[in-house]
């Protein structure tokens, strides 16, 4: 009886994420006693939000085998997953995930940060490190003010808003100080704030996800990314018109390039929905990260809204989400971030000692 009830919750269709609960690599495991089943489920990814959404569903498969449910507990283990040969996962740091573009303007930044807030807001634990080193916003994004402690002299203490961890060389320069460095300098700069912050807290239990917002292009950086820093996933972030998807497409052939396996792509400003008669435009043109997702066989792991309040929002320090994940506006960037986790958690996991975090 166990066997059948696993395969068909298994099969239940995660809402709103066209992936079974099964697919997702989630671990099931029923006891029952006097015709009555408790259910835990174990996830890999931040799964929380699960557990109201499935439990209608469980419900009705205990009920179909002539059994009632007495509980149902969601768990989630974030485990560390593969890297580049040669590389190995930070010790503070599970996994990271860098969000790159080819060109600059479509927002790859306002996605990076709202997809951190919603990680964290599902209970994971996130840090956000700004990989601009020319042209860092992070901070502003973030609201972020002043300069990060340095309790030895030779570490960074991240600062931390709106739940997650960050980091920028914007935080430890004039705002109005250009960086005037050479590629060498630079790319130096961003592996100290990636190996010289304190990740993770006092706690010692480190980071679920990094967040890495990566500069527009293909230059040094992301060379610099691909010999030294050890990513687990990319996303690739674009808006649907041509000229964008051209460009995200060297992208993405250069994170499989330097291998680094890619998540999915998001497509940003993908609609505009006006906020008097209601109208959906298209502005940037429609359907461009599906056709690219098709033609590359990735993901298109969620399509971003072209609204004011995510621009408004973003340059008063309090991002979309930081303002309330169900808001029309806000839910796309949750269920990306969510799509994102699941496509992570699904990739080779890498044995390693650092202490996993319990959610849900």
């Not at 099969?11 to 009555?36: K, N, Y």
């Not at 499935?54 to 085998?65: I, W």
């Not at 030895?152 to 709106?162: F, L, Q, S, V």
């Not at 961890?165 to 004039?174: R, T, Y």
């Amino acid at each position: 009886m166990n066997d059948q009830l696993q395969s068909r919750l298994a099969a239940l269709q995660l809402p709103g994420m066209d992936i079974s609960l099964g697919d997702t690599g989630a671990r099931v495991r029923i006891a029952e006693s006097d015709g009555r089943i408790a259910v835990e489920v174990t996830t890999g990814f931040p799964g929380g939000w699960l557990e109201p959404l499935l439990r209608e569903q469980v419900q009705r498969v205990a009920m179909d085998s002539g059994l009632s449910l007495s509980s149902l507990v969601v768990n989630s283990r974030i485990a560390s997953h593969a890297v580049q040969d040669k590389l190995s996962p930070l010790p503070s740091v599970r996994n990271i995930i860098a969000v790159g573009s080819g060109k600059g303007g479509v927002g790859k930044s306002t996605v990076a940060v709202n997809l951190a807030l919603a990680l964290a807001a599902d209970g994971a634990k996130v840090g956000v490190l700004d990989a601009d080193i020319y042209g860092p916003s992070v901070p502003l994004m973030l609201g972020l003010h002043g300069r990060p402690d340095s309790p030895d002299g030779k570490t960074i203490e991240p600062m931390r808003a709106h739940g997650v961890e960050a980091m920028s060389i914007g935080l430890l320069v004039d705002q109005d100080t250009p960086m005037i460095w050479r590629g060498p300098m630079a790319t130096s700069a961003l592996t100290q704030l990636l190996t010289e912050t304190r990740w993770g807290g006092a706690d010692g239990e480190g980071l679920d996800y990094l967040i890495l917002d990566l500069p527009p292009g293909t230059g040094d950086i992301q060379l610099t990314m691909a010999q030294k820093i050890p990513v687990a996933g990319a996303v690739v972030v674009t808006t649907p018109q041509d000229v964008a998807t051209l460009d995200a497409r060297k992208a993405l052939k250069m994170f499989e390039k330097v291998e680094v396996p890619v998540l999915g792509l998001v497509e940003n400003m993908a609609v505009h929905v006006c906020t008097n008669c209601g109208h959906a435009e298209h502005v940037f043109g429609e359907g461009g990260g599906q056709r690219m997702a098709a033609q590359y066989g990735v993901v298109l792991l969620g399509s971003l809204p072209l609204e004011a309040a995510v621009r408004e929002q973003g340059d008063a320090g309090t991002p979309i989400v930081a303002k309330g994940g169900e808001s029309a506006t806000a839910h796309p960037f949750v269920v990306t971030a969510r799509r994102v986790a699941i496509e992570l958690s699904r990739r080779p996991q890498v044995a390693r000692p650092l202490a996993v975090s319990l959610l849900g």
